[in-house]
């Protein structure tokens, strides 16, 4: 039996029970990984003999009657802007080659203290921005897997590992998801800490996972959502139980509004039939929501504030060695020196006004479902594709998943994006797995799964 296809919830499950061990579920991941890693390049470290040692102590410690955690065993894909005690984190870029952090990030150390085996490195593009990596897409080789979480997508897509942490600041999370086939969730702003990961963007930057299922990446989320003092956007509230809420029943059928965005525009017609389709799908329970001409003024906000947050992130390895940086992050580090503090305390102060005025929405609906990208993943990879469609939720805050629930007639992966309310990560889990479960077996034009 090949035990790399098994979920991350069902892998915990059976070395809990006794069924498998930790060692033999990471053995055979080590085994996909000799296969697809020729083709699809998702690691950037691996180190083979660590993961098993990992996995076997593990074991013991099971054996020995020690208490195990959720994630007792399970091999997690972290992306190299994390940083790993045991593994080199090196950002994507030649700077920081054979960089060697003392401790774990925060995120990191929460998956060990939940019994993870870490598994390796997957592939960022250059500090987390555009100019893409080695990883290619599992579907097709020739197309981008997105980025910059590249190849932690790419890896689950692969079987390579049932789950992965990423960083999105933009689109980085979702859209290599979306391109990936897999599951990408995005939580609320300050639910995961970022500490020990590469600080692009205080006010942007996110913590995201990638699964094969809702409840798997609301299992992965949960054991690293909490307070950390370092990190000043966390707060010290009772941890969530994701898990549990993800794979509840909703009291009423959720309720969805679709919202185009002045991104609309840019969407492949595969994708406006699939949307097409699916609202029709979904009945009563969806309707077509515009947002105003307020919400358009986010795009250059969120801009704003990357470039130059970004800019001053980055001041240090652009004064030392911009030579060695690729011209586009250079031009956006010399941008963001450019703009006038007015402008930027502007972009700031207006997230908590945008975002409240969505209250009326969410007030009526469950979750908004929007596109997660234009269409399925470009050809060509020297472009991770356009992240405009993640561009405001990222901006205002706001939990954001994206599912698999559709594809074009080659059967590439068009993902459906839902966006919920701040700090309402759980319900907008359940509505997303409702979601799933609902429309996830019909068959429909534009998806051939």
């Known amino acids: 039996m090949s035990l790399y296809g098994l979920g991350l919830a069902q892998a915990a499950e059976e070395i809990r029970e006794g069924r498998i061990t930790s060692a033999e579920l990471v053995a055979d991941c080590l085994a996909r990984i000799d296969e697809v890693e020729p083709k699809v390049q998702a690691w950037v470290h691996l180190d083979r003999e660590h993961a098993l040692s990992q996995a076997k102590r593990l074991d013991d410690l099971r054996a020995h ?39 774990d990030a925060a995120a990191v150390a929460m998956l060990r203290a939940a019994g993870a085996v870490i598994m390796g490195k997957t592939v960022s593009t250059e500090y987390a921005f555009y100019s893409p990596g080695k990883t290619k897409n599992p579907f097709d ?33 979702i859209r290599p998801a979306s391109y990936c086939g897999v599951v990408g969730f995005k939580p609320s702003h300050g639910m995961i800490p970022r500490t020990g990961a590469l600080l692009l963007s205080r006010a942007l930057d996110h913590v995201g996972v990638f699964a094969r299922s809702v409840p798997d990446a609301a299992l ?11 990190d000043l956007d966390t707060q010290p509230v009772a941890r969530h139980s994701l898990l549990d809420v993800a794979k509840s029943k909703p009291p009423l ?73 690729s011209p586009v992050l250079r031009e956006l580090i010399e941008r963001g020196r450019t703009y006038k503090a007015v402008d930027y305390m502007t972009a700031l102060e207006s997230i908590g006004l945008l975002r409240g005025t969505l209250d009326e929405v969410f007030g009526e609906f469950d979750a908004i ?20 469609f993640c561009t405001l939720w990222t901006y205002l805050g706001l939990p954001a998943i994206t599912v698999p629930l559709m594809s074009d007639e080659q ?36 998806r051939k799964r």
């Open 411 to 446: 059967g590439l992966p068009i993902g459906v994006q839902l966006v919920g309310k701040y700090g309402n990560d759980a319900r907008l889990l359940r509505s997303a797995n409702w979601l799933v479960q609902t429309l996830g077996g019909k068959p429909q034009k534009s």
């Open 65 to 103: 009657g020690n208490a195990v955690g959720p994630l007792h065993g399970v091999p997690i894909g972290i992306k190299d802007v994390f940083d790993t005690s045991d593994y080199p984190t090196e950002l994507g870029s030649p700077i920081w080659a054979g960089r060697t952090p003392r401790k």
């Open 141 to 173: 080789p020739a197309r981008t897997p997105g980025g910059s979480s590249s190849g932690s997508a790419a890896a689950v897509a692969a079987g390579a590992v049932p789950g992965a942490i990423g960083s999105q600041t933009n689109g980085s999370v």
């Open 369 to 388: 479902i929007t596109p997660s990208a234009a269409g399925v993943a470009p050809l060509g990879l020297e472009s991770t594709g356009n992240p405009i």
């Open 253 to 325: 059928p959720p309720r969805f509004a679709l919202v185009k965005t002045a991104a609309w525009k840019d969407t492949e017609q595969v994708t406006r039939d699939a949307f097409g389709e699916l609202i029709e799908a979904l009945g009563e329970n969806g309707a077509e929501v515009e947002l105003g001409q307020s919400h358009e003024a986010a795009f250059g906000f969120h801009r704003t504030i990357m470039d130059v947050e970004m800019a001053r992130n980055l001041h240090r390895d652009y004064e030392q060695s911009s030579s060695a940086m």
């Open 220 to 230: 992965l989320a949960q054991v690293m959502f909490g307070f950390d003092r370092e």
